[in-house]
C-alpha cells in the first residue's frame, strides 16, 4: 500500500505554487523579452515587406509589415546586378580569411594566458584589458595600415581586428577551467605545448570557439565603415559597404532643386531595391547562426567564469 502511494507521487508530483511576488517577476521576464524580441523582429519584417512591395507604397509610407502591392521585381534587380555578387565574394574571402586568423590567435594569446604559473601573467592580462578600453582610434590604425601598404588589400579589413581582447577573456577562462591533469599527463607523455593546445585543449573547446567564430562571422560580415576608410576600389568593396555607398538622400536633392533625381529615385525603388538587397545580405548569418547556436549559451557562461 504504502508503495502504490510512492508509485502514485512519483507519477503525480506535487506542483509546487507560485507566489504573488514570483508571479509578478515571471510576467516581467516574458513582457520584457516580448519587447525586445519586437524590436529585434519588427524592424526585419518591415525590410522585408518593403523589398516586395511596390516602391510609391514604399515611399508614401504606407508600407508596415505587410507588402503593398506585391511584387519581386527588386529581387530580380538584384540577380541581375553583377556588383552584388562580387560584393558577396568578397565578403565571404574576408569573413572566412578573417575568422581563420581571429580564432587562430585568440587561441595562441589565450592558451598561456590561462596558465598561472606564466610569469608575468597579470601583467599581460593587464596589458590586453588597457588596450581593450585605449585603443589607438581610427586615424592612427589608418596611418598604420598605409604605412605597411594594405590599402585596398585583403588584409587591409582583416588584419586591424585580428585579436579581439574580449574573445581572448573568454577563451583564456574556458582553458583555465580545464583540468590540469590532462596538461600534466600529455607533458608526461612527451607532447609539446604545440601538441597540447591543438589535441587537447581546441577539441574539447568547441562551445568557446564555435561561440567566437559566431562573434567573429557576424562583425566581419556587417561590417562596412572598414571598406569605406580602407579600400578606394569599389570592386574590392565588401557587401555592406557596396549596399551603404548605394544610398540617396532624397531630402538632400529637394535641397538641391534636383527634382528629376528624386523622381528617379522613386521610380527606380531605389528604397526597395536596398530593402531587397539588405535581405539577401543577412541571409547567410541567418543560416550561419543555428549551426553555431548550441554552443553559443554554454560557451558564453563558461567563458565568462574568471579562472
Known sequence: M?????????????????????????????????????????????????SFSDPMQLLTGKVSFWPKGF???MYEKVLKDASIWTGYLNTILYTVLGTLISVTLTACAAYPLSRK?????????????????????????????????????VWAL??????????VILVMNFFAAVPKELEEAA??????????LTKIFIPIS??????????SIVGSWNDFYSGLIYMSKAAYYPLMTYIQSLQINVEDLIKQGNLSAVVDSASLGNTNLNAAKIVIAVIPLLLIYP?????????????????
Not at 292 to 307: A, D, H, P
Open 158 to 167: 582583416v588584419l586591424p581586428g585580428a585579436v579581439p581582447i574580449f574573445n
Open 206 to 215: 568547441k562551445p568557446v570557439l564555435a561561440t567566437v567564430s559566431l562573434f
Open 2 to 50: 504504502v508503495m502504490k502511494k510512492n508509485i502514485d507521487a512519483m507519477n503525480h508530483p506535487t506542483k509546487v505554487k507560485e507566489s504573488i511576488g514570483e508571479r509578478i517577476y515571471t510576467i516581467v521576464v516574458y513582457l520584457l523579452l516580448i519587447l525586445i524580441s519586437a524590436t529585434i523582429i519588427l524592424p526585419l519584417l518591415h525590410i522585408i515587406s518593403g
Open 71 to 73: 511584387t519581386t521585381s
Open 187 to 196: 607533458f608526461i607523455d612527451g607532447a609539446n605545448p604545440l601538441q597540447v
Open 291 to 307: 549551426l553555431l547556436q548550441r554552443y553559443f549559451v554554454s560557451g558564453i557562461v563558461v567563458g565568462s567564469v574568471k579562472g
Open 117 to 153: 604559473d606564466l610569469f608575468g601573467r597579470n601583467i599581460f592580462i593587464s596589458l590586453f584589458i588597457f588596450t581593450m578600453f585605449f585603443n589607438g582610434g581610427m586615424i592612427p590604425t589608418f596611418l598604420l595600415v598605409k604605412s605597411y601598404g594594405l590599402l585596398n588589400t
